[in-house]
């Protein structure tokens, strides 16, 4: 493979280091204030973006919903042909862009390169689905006739995502949005402003190359306010929004006032239940990666460990043990596992959250800490903790953004180690090691864990695109992704056709004249 260094990667992808935000491609329409994007890698200035205002808004909706007219009647696998050129475009880009992922948001070059594989694995998924939109035909009650079923593109999709995963949530949505044949406007996060200029520039490459109008793929740049102007607005009838619970709540509320629909992907509390029948081989990494991959910055992230008393010392040991093995330091450098977070905010959460769960009762088994010295001068850097907990604690039933794992015991049945799992405000993934067939399946069942993603003898993170992908109660309820989560993108049309003389009503009921 070929190695690119950074400055050659910002160039390639068309987001080179810029003072006046004026020189990022594709980025039309924007003339409000300056963000400004750091690397929490090293804490340099990348680039800056300018932000949307209401004026610039109002020409990205009259661009989009233009597009919109054209792209619907475009037949869905001439769709899929743009979305696989699009994947084909992201083959040819891995390495810039997984670089750029790893250097704006700060997870590993490895986990940067697996979200642009995300994107390329939900391309090809979509590709194969835009032959596939099929609706149903469906027995009539009256003679003559027939009853069908259809899926219509549903028009402007607004897409909010973000920091922590700034190029594959976005394409889980516009790769099924563009084969339903919908137009995307995506507010990117104002942390990870780059990743969203350097996507736009990718796919409007595409569209010119394709005389297809740029507006089928539109970005807003801003804070929560640029967000408002969409899910406030008529014209946009589904708004898919990823982040925390506290957004998703407002998103929520605002859009269903309208009556739009919402696809919300928020917050988890992720757990893995380890038995008396786990493997240690499987469990040790799989509660590892799960905990500190992307310094406990997904959404998918595991934070509570709820171990059977009869091997708790075992497990304990073991995972203490592994975590002395993590090296912390530039995400680029593939010798480190764990880069920084996102911002200087997010180390004092962390912060905050270990003096709270300390102070709550709970006892410290590996410590924190914020690195510095020699390239830690970001400040961002972290040492992942590990804290026994009870899952009572006020702090254990929030969702922390940070690589901080709580181990909590359970005795006797896996009913109570369940119990546990479930006994908090969010839904999103779950995961149980046993080798026992009853417990595995008590886990999966209607009984069992009440999370969107529930897995057996793998951790809660690292979810492939080819399931719905999302949760439960305070997570949100939305899914997104494979599966056939593509229906929400569309509208359902439900079509009784009449090929008789006569005109019989249902339910049997007469109507003489
Ligand atoms: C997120 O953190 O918002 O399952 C998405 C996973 C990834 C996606 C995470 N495929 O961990």
Not at 229 to 243: E, F, K, V
Not at 372 to 394: H, Q, R
Not at 435 to 441: T, W
Not at 501 to 512: E, V
Request: negative net charge; hydrophobic residues 40%.
């Amino acid at each position: 493979a070929q190695q690119f260094g950074m400055t050659e990667a910002l160039e390639i992808l068309g987001v080179k280091a810029i003072n006046d935000g004026t020189s990022t491609g594709s980025h039309h329409f924007s003339n409000g204030d300056l963000i400004e994007s750091y690397s929490p890698v090293d804490g340099q200035l990348i680039g800056k973006v300018r932000t949307t205002t209401a004026a610039d808004y109002e020409k990205v909706m009259e661009t989009a919903t233009a597009a919109f007219l054209t792209f619907r009647a475009m037949p869905a696998p001439q769709r899929g042909e743009i979305v696989r050129q699009f994947g084909n475009k992201l083959r040819e880009l891995k390495e810039p862009l997984g670089k750029l992922v790893s250097y704006e948001m700060g997870k590993s070059l490895q986990e940067g390169y697996g979200e642009v594989q995300e994107m390329i694995d939900i391309c090809d998924f979509a590709v194969g689905l835009s032959r596939q939109l099929n609706g149903q035909t469906i027995p009539s009650e009256r003679p003559g006739h027939v009853m069908r079923e259809q899926w219509h593109p549903i028009g402007v999709v607004g897409i909010i995502s973000a920091f922590n995963f700034p190029v594959a949530v976005w394409s889980w949505n516009t790769a099924l949005a563009w084969i339903c044949g919908d137009v995307c406007v995506w507010k990117a996060s104002e942390k990870a402003p780059l990743c969203s200029i350097a996507c736009q520039n990718i796919i409007a490459g595409v569209l010119k190359a394709n005389n297809l109008p740029e507006g089928i793929s539109c970005i807003i740049n801003g804070d929560y306010k640029v967000g408002e102007m969409m899910t406030t607005d008529t014209r946009i009838p589904l708004i898919s929004a990823t982040g925390s619970t506290r957004m998703g709540r407002i998103v929520g509320a605002t859009v269903a006032q309208r009556f739009g629909k919402s696809l919300l992907e928020l917050g988890g509390n992720n757990a893995i239940i380890i038995t008396p029948s786990a493997d240690l081989k499987v469990v040790v990494p799989g509660a590892v990666f799960g905990a500190v991959g992307t310094a406990g910055q997904r959404c998918t992230s595991t934070r509570r460990l709820i171990i059977h008393e009869s091997v708790y010392d075992k497990v304990r040991d073991a995972i203490v043990g592994a975590y002395g093995q993590l090296t912390i330091g530039n995400p680029l450098d593939q010798k480190n596992h764990i880069g920084p977070l996102i911002d200087t905010d997010a180390v004092n959460t962390y912060l905050a959250a270990i003096e709270k769960a300390k102070a709550e009762g709970g006892k410290v088994l590996v410590e924190g800490g914020v690195l510095s010295g020699a390239g830690y001068e970001s400040g961002c850097y972290v040492k992942p903790a590990i804290i026994e907990a009870e899952n009572s604690f006020e702090i254990v039933q929030h969702e922390t953004f940070a690589p901080i794992l709580y181990l909590m015991k359970y005795s006797g049945e896996v009913e109570h180690a369940i119990a546990l799992q479930n006994g908090v405000a969010q839904g999103l993934s779950s995961a149980i090691m046993t080798n026992e067939m009853k417990e595995a399946e008590k886990f999966l069942s209607f009984a069992g864990s009440d999370c969107g993603i529930a897995n057996v003898n793998i951790g809660t993170s690292g979810a492939e695109i080819g399931g719905a992908f999302g949760g439960e109660k305070e997570t949100g309820g939305g899914r997104e992704s494979g599966s056939d989560a593509w229906k929400v993108y569309m509208r359902r049309q439900t079509n009784t056709i009449n090929y008789s003389d006569q005109l019989p009503l249902a339910q049997g009921i007469k109507f003489d004249l």
